[in-house]
């Protein structure tokens, strides 16, 4: 296998406030892997999670150092990659599992959802994202997206620094202007247990659908959200919690849903597993990301048709996303046509 490694640069037309900083432009890194007269394509890129961090310049060293593993190699079967993979970290893993993918299926002459024996009839809507900001920016932003899209399902970002007054300052001026959408909230480990106490029987009867991440990431956090069961008829999703299978059996028996994201997951591989282990254990599914392109995305929607809650938009407030795909009908996300993951440059 050949391949190719550099950095492109992605700015957002709308920065992105949450509960541990703002985002207005990163730089990803794509790969590019050549095999059997296929090209793959990878993404990956730094974030943060509060628990775990990682720079981009840190994740192109650590793939400069492990790529030419592959020089002298045909490309592997599916059973192989886990093995090859291991030694690296999470979003190192996914940029190589992704083209992996791509060329494989596109070796194999189908969209990638396709040889999973999915149906595309099963996608649901994308909830659109609303930062922390003012009141009055968080109703621009939804306007923002309501010009674009119909935005049925929003998700709020809270965990507002300025502490719960402001939260649901933004949660009572978002309400009458949902016109009958869903409305989901996100604390990004923003509470503390004693906040997330008040906070969820509040939301529950002003509707909103569920609540992810109330808590700080860590190692022990199952009991946390153990301790917020019960409290109101409300979904708990982790998210910065859940990166593997590991975590997905330990915060089991304490959430109502887990939220995948590839650069967490260390790509499709581990996602696969976890999406159908998670239905198996009757877990609801969220399917997120970062600050990613229409690459990451594209490869994330290939899941899209197990996924109760997708969250994938991060593409969609992009002004110089190189990529196209996946496609998008209103708010409905679903995987392309297109072989393999079915991205391609615009």
């Known amino acids: 296998m050949r391949w190719r490694l550099h950095r492109f640069t992605l700015t957002k037309e709308v920065p992105l406030t949450i509960s541990r900083g703002t985002t207005g432009a ?30 981009t310049q840190a994740l192109e060293a650590e793939l400069q150092a492990w790529l030419p593993v592959l020089d002298a190699l045909d490309l592997p079967a599916p059973a192989a990659w886990p093995a090859l993979l291991e030694p690296l970290s999470p979003p190192a893993r996914c940029a190589v599992d992704l083209a992996l993918h791509d060329c494989w299926a596109q070796q194999l002459g189908q969209p990638l959802w396709r040889l999973w024996g999915l149906l595309r009839s099963s996608c649901r809507p994308t909830s659109v994202t609303l930062g922390l900001g003012s009141v009055d920016q968080v109703l621009q932003r939804l306007a923002r997206w309501r010009s674009r899209l119909p935005a049925t399902r929003v998700k709020l970002k809270l965990g507002s620094p300025d502490g719960l007054d402001h939260d649901c300052a933004l949660v ?14 996100d604390a990004n480990g923003g509470w503390s247990l004693e906040m997330a106490r008040k906070m969820l029987p509040w939301l529950a009867e002003r509707g909103v659908v569920l609540v992810e991440q ?9 009991q946390g959200f153990a301790e917020l069961q019960g409290l109101a008829p409300i979904a708990l999703v982790a998210d910065e919690s859940c990166w593997d299978v590991e975590d997905l059996l330990r915060l089991a028996p304490h959430v109502q849903g887990v939220n995948l994201k590839l650069l967490k997951t260390g790509g499709l591989s581990e996602a696969w597993l976890m999406a159908r282990l998670a239905r198996r254990l009757g877990l609801q599914l969220m399917l997120g990301c970062y600050s990613d392109s229409a690459l990451l995305n594209g490869a994330a929607a290939q899941l899209l048709p197990l996924v109760e809650w997708p969250d994938l938009d991060s593409h969609l407030n992009l002004s110089d996303d190189p990529f196209c795909g996946p496609w998008l009908d209103g708010d409905l996300l679903q995987p392309g046509d297109g072989l393999g993951l079915g991205v391609s440059r615009c």
């Open 26 to 55: 990163v730089e990803h890194l794509l790969l590019e892997l050549e095999a059997g007269g296929c090209t793959g394509r990878g993404e990956t890129g730094g974030f943060d999670t509060g628990q775990r961090y990682f720079t």
């Open 172 to 185: 009572e001026a978002v309400l009458p202007q949902l016109q009958g959408a869903e409305l989901q909230v």
């Open 214 to 222: 109330p808590l700080a990431a860590a190692v022990d956090d199952q």
